[in-house]
Each structure stands twice: as structure tokens, then as C-alpha cells.
């Protein structure tokens, strides 16, 4: 195993839309900027290994859009992509060289693909010295309290794959974009996993009970017409569907041969973060079954499906839920639903409280919105709908680590708050404000924390390189973990 080490102002762990939005501000704004990605391509759940298309309050609110460098990728997008707006479509490769290319074309960014974070080094801790408590259940809900020794993160360590190479990647700031919060944990930040229960901020989608229920990952598949008859046999091990209650009374609908579902998830009984390749493995014989369902079986569809082939199946589960860190601020859902105005502001959201019934495929029942027929004027669906609100920087600032923000799925919110604001084009927001905050700290020498309270405008330009660089950070040590085998 060879090693290097490398040193940046801002380091972003995670090259999904929220990482890759993240790392090109805190670029733009002149702090010499690290993405590491586990991936081959960025953009997370909407790259072309997942298929997930944009979306956020705009879906919901006619009068509202994403802007900032989401718009930019979205808007280059469809100058350069010719496949149609579909569930699934239009997210394909030409989409991950869109991205790529904006990572690319971006100066002060260094790119690490197919590198995965492992570890994190805190200043003051030995390396190797420091192991994370476990989270407990004693709130309901997965609980891990904060537990680091230090107060700063030194740097991270990745591999990457297929290289025998690891990467010591030492930074000023660090944002953690990778879903799950590995850095955070690694950290020993508080987080939180699964769902409060009513009595905590009295929510309104909160469940009586607090429990660890989280919603499922999914896989997607794609299809295409050849113009001729494409008969499918499903394998042995694929589920076998008889019954069309099962997805037409049950919110599972099948609605289009051409891609889909969204419905094609599994979360509880399994953990989405342990169990993870579990869960992979489930889905793909769950989505063949789905396949042969609607190829051999849905008298509604099957005449349809009958020159349609199977194009490309996820192999990737698409993640919705798993830890949420704990940050200055914590968002539950009444902030969603009262519409409350933080003075540091720095998104915005809509997307309704879309909390899909744990279990997915292996539960009575989809998602209540939709087992209760997907209609916009069901009592469900107006108990849902929320926004525009506002996401503090706040959420996005780590309450453990003076030198950690977090975008994404993983801010500081509660599960119900989770329901609204995980859709990417509000994560991209949230990550072009986290890579700005980032910057802005650097070239004002001040923390984190205190960006969070102070106003800017456009007079803030400036650069990282002639700023003086975060003062705890400056003077230490250098200390590294011990070498890996060779
Ligand atoms: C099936 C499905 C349908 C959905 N529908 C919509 C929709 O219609 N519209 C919408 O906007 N949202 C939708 N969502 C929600 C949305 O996709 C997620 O909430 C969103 O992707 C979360 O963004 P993120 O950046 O936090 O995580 P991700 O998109 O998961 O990005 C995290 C990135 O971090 C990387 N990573 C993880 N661990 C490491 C590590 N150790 N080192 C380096 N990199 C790492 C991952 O490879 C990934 O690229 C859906 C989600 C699913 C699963």
C-alpha cells in the first residue's frame, strides 16, 4: 500500500450534488479545494449509477426554482442531452460529464474519484487512539452523543480503489457531504438516526412513539423499445408477483414501462447503512420480480412492455435516510410548516413531508400520499405540503467540531424535517452555501460559528490565498496515522 499526503483549505467528503455544489463555491471564492468522491462520477443519488431526477420546491410552488450553480448544471444539461425528461431519462452519463466537466473547468478544485474517506484524524487525538462510542437506543430513536476528544478535525484518510493507495488529506475546513456523515461519525459528532417521537417537538408527522424505522434505498431499472418482441424470464431467485392488488391497491403504481420506481425500495427490517449491500441484494430480485410482473403479468401493462427490453438495472441503491448530524441549529418540521425566518438564512425548500412507510415493498403499503391514490387534493397530501421555508446556516454547522459543515441529507434536521428537505436541488443549495461559509471563514479568519451571524454582500470578495488562514489551525503539529502494510 503506497501513501501521500495533501493539504487544503477546505476539504469536501462526498461528490454528490450537495458535495459537488459545495466544492466548487468554496472553489470560486478562491480556497484551494480538495472533492473526495467513492464513486467513479459525481452527483450521488442523480448520477447515472442511480437515476434519480432534481427536484426540489419548484415541483411544488409554480413560482419558485433552484438557482446558483445547480442551475448552471441543470441549465448545461439540456443544452448538451438529448434524452427526454423522464424518471431515470435524462440522469445518464451525459449528465455525470456535465458535472464532471464543471469540476474540471473549475479552478483552485482538486478531484479525487473512486477515493473513499475511512478515518479521520482530530488535532490533539494520537491517530489510531480515538474509536467513536456506539449509538444507543435510549431516546427511541438511534442515539450516538458526542464523544470526540478534540474539537478540530486535522485531516482525513481515503483510498482509493483499484490503486493500493491511500491519501492523508489534511484541511482547514472540512464539509461532509457523504450522506451517511462517515466524517462526522468518525469525528464523534451527535447524531441522530430513525424518528422522534411526538412528545419531543410535537411535529406533526411524527409518530406517537420515537423508533428506529428509516425510510428505504431503492434501485431503479430502464428500459427500451427494439420494435420487436423482447420476451423476459425472470431468474429463479427474482420475487414472484401473482397479484395486482399488490401494486395497484397498494400505492405501487406502475406508471410507465419506460423507467421507474421510486416504490422499488427497502429500508426496516435492515439497517441502511450496515446492512447496505443486504439491501442491494434484495432489491435486485425485488426489481426483476417487478420486471416480470409488468412484461408477463400486468394485464394493464403487458401488451405495452412487449417490444420493451431491460436496458440497465441500479446496482447502487439509492439512499434516503440514515444519520443526521447534530448541528448548531436543529430544523424540525413546525419551522416547515410555521414558515420560520432565521436571520441566516441560506436556502430554501418546498418539497411536502414525503415520508415513505418503512419497509417500502415489504410494508402493506407505499408511501400514505400515494397508497391513498397520489391525488394533490387528498386530506393526506394537504397535511403534507409545506414551504417555501428557509434552512439555517446554522443546520449546517457541526455543534461538536468548530471546523466541520455538513450538506445534504445529514444536516442537522429532525426525520420529519428529513421528509421535505432531502430533494437535490435543495441539497445543492445547501452545499453552495456550506462551500461559501467555508471560504468566507477562511478569508476572514474567523470561525465557522460566527459566519453563521454576519451579513454579506457582494463587497465580500476576496481570496483565501491572501487571507490569513484559520488560527487554529495554523501552528500544529503534523501527525499522521501509522503506515498502512505494503
Ligand atoms: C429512489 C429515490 C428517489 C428520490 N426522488 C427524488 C426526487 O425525485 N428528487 C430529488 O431531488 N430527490 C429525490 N430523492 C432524494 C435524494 O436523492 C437524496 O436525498 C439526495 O441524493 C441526498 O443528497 P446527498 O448529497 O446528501 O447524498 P447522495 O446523493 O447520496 O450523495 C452522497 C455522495 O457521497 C458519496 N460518499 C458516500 N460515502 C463516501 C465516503 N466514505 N467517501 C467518499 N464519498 C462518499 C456517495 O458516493 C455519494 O456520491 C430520492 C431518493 C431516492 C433514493
Known amino acids: 500500500?503506497?501513501?501521500?499526503?495533501?493539504?487544503?483549505?477546505?476539504?469536501?467528503?462526498?461528490?454528490?450534488?450537495?458535495?459537488?455544489?459545495?466544492?466548487?463555491?468554496?472553489?470560486?471564492?478562491?480556497?484551494?479545494?480538495?472533492?473526495?468522491?467513492?464513486?467513479?462520477?459525481?452527483?450521488?443519488?442523480?448520477?447515472?449509477?442511480?437515476?434519480?431526477?432534481?427536484?426540489?420546491?419548484?415541483?411544488?410552488?409554480?413560482?419558485?426554482?433552484?438557482?446558483?450553480?445547480?442551475?448552471?448544471?441543470?441549465?448545461?444539461?439540456?443544452?448538451?442531452?438529448?434524452?427526454?425528461?423522464?424518471?431515470?431519462?435524462?440522469?445518464?452519463?451525459?449528465?455525470?460529464?456535465?458535472?464532471?466537466?464543471?469540476?474540471?473547468?473549475?479552478?483552485?478544485?482538486?478531484?479525487?474519484?473512486?477515493?473513499?474517506?475511512?478515518?479521520?484524524?482530530?488535532?490533539?487525538?494520537?491517530?489510531?487512539?480515538?474509536?467513536?462510542?456506539?449509538?444507543?437506543?435510549?431516546?427511541?430513536?438511534?442515539?450516538?452523543p458526542a464523544c470526540s476528544p478534540s474539537r478540530r478535525i486535522e485531516a482525513v484518510l481515503a483510498r482509493v480503489a483499484n490503486a493500493e493507495l491511500e491519501v492523508v488529506i489534511r484541511g482547514k475546513h472540512f464539509i461532509d457531504c457523504t450522506g451517511d456523515s462517515i466524517v462526522a461519525d468518525r469525528a464523534g459528532c451527535e447524531w441522530r438516526m430513525g424518528s422522534e417521537g411526538k412528545g419531543e417537538f410535537n411535529e406533526i408527522h411524527a409518530p406517537e412513539k420515537p423508533n428506529c424505522d428509516t425510510m428505504g434505498s431503492t434501485i431503479h431499472f430502464k428500459s427500451k423499445d427494439i420494435g420487436r418482441p423482447a420476451p423476459y424470464a425472470a431468474p429463479d431467485w427474482a420475487v414472484r408477483h401473482d397479484d395486482a392488488r399488490y401494486f395497484y391497491d397498494q400505492g405501487r403504481y406502475p406508471y410507465n414501462v419506460r423507467c421507474g420506481y421510486w416504490w422499488i425500495e427497502i429500508g426496516v427490517p435492515w439497517h441502511t447503512i450496515h446492512d447496505a449491500e443486504k439491501i442491494r441484494y434484495e432489491l435486485t430480485r425485488h426489481c426483476l420480480g417487478v420486471w416480470d410482473w409488468l412484461k408477463n403479468k400486468d394485464p394493464r401493462l403487458k401488451d405495452k412492455a412487449k417490444n420493451y427490453m431491460l436496458d440497465w438495472i441500479g446496482q447502487v441503491p439509492g439512499k434516503r435516510d440514515s444519520r443526521r448530524v447534530a448541528g448548531l441549529y436543529l430544523l424540525n418540521e413546525n419551522d416547515l410548516q410555521n414558515k420560520t425566518t432565521f436571520p441566516d438564512e441560506i436556502a430554501y425548500a418546498g418539497w411536502y413531508v414525503d415520508l415513505h412507510t418503512p419497509g417500502g415493498l415489504l410494508a402493506p403499503t407505499s408511501?400514505?400520499?400515494?397508497?391513498?391514490?397520489?391525488?394533490?387534493?387528498?386530506?393526506?397530501?394537504?397535511?403534507?405540503?409545506?414551504?417555501?421555508?428557509?434552512?439555517?446556516?446554522?443546520?449546517?454547522?457541526?455543534?461538536?467540531?468548530?471546523?466541520?459543515?455538513?450538506?445534504?441529507?445529514?444536516?442537522?434536521?429532525?426525520?420529519?424535517?428529513?421528509?421535505?428537505?432531502?430533494?437535490?436541488?435543495?441539497?445543492?443549495?445547501?452545499?453552495?452555501?456550506?462551500?461559501?461559509?467555508?471560504?468566507?471563514?477562511?478569508?476572514s479568519g474567523i470561525p465557522l460559528a460566527e459566519v453563521s451571524k454576519r451579513r454579506y454582500g457582494k463587497s465580500s470578495r476576496g481570496s483565501c490565498a491572501t487571507a490569513p488562514s484559520c488560527p487554529a489551525s495554523a501552528t500544529r503539529t503534523r501527525r499522521t496515522w501509522p503506515a498502512a502494510p505494503a
Open 367 to 443: 408511501e400514505p400520499v400515494n397508497a391513498d391514490g397520489g391525488k394533490a387534493d387528498s386530506k393526506i397530501m394537504a397535511k403534507c405540503y409545506v414551504g417555501p421555508y428557509g434552512i439555517p446556516l446554522r443546520s449546517l454547522i457541526s455543534k461538536d467540531i468548530d471546523n466541520l459543515l455538513f450538506a445534504g441529507r445529514n444536516i442537522s434536521v429532525t426525520h420529519a424535517a428529513l421528509g421535505s428537505v432531502r430533494t437535490m436541488g435543495t441539497t445543492s443549495l445547501m452545499g453552495q452555501a456550506a462551500g461559501t461559509a467555508a471560504a468566507i471563514a477562511l478569508r
Open 1 to 144: 500500500m503506497k501513501r501521500k499526503e495533501e493539504s487544503y483549505d477546505v476539504v469536501v467528503c462526498g461528490g454528490g450534488l450537495a458535495g459537488l455544489c459545495a466544492a466548487v463555491a468554496a472553489a470560486r471564492l478562491g480556497a484551494r479545494t480538495c472533492i473526495i468522491q467513492d464513486r467513479p462520477v459525481f452527483g450521488g443519488c442523480s448520477s447515472s449509477e442511480i437515476r434519480v431526477p432534481v427536484g426540489g420546491c419548484g415541483n411544488y410552488h409554480v413560482y419558485a426554482r433552484e438557482t446558483g450553480i445547480i442551475a448552471e448544471l441543470l441549465i448545461e444539461e439540456r443544452a448538451k442531452n438529448h434524452e427526454p425528461v423522464d424518471e431515470g431519462g435524462w440522469t445518464n452519463s451525459v449528465w455525470d460529464m456535465v458535472m464532471y466537466d464543471l469540476a474540471m473547468r473549475t479552478p483552485n478544485l482538486t478531484i479525487h474519484l473512486n477515493t473513499a474517506v475511512q478515518d479521520v484524524l482530530l488535532e490533539g487525538a494520537e491517530p489510531g487512539s480515538f474509536t467513536p462510542a456506539e449509538a444507543n437506543t435510549s431516546r427511541g430513536y438511534y442515539f450516538r
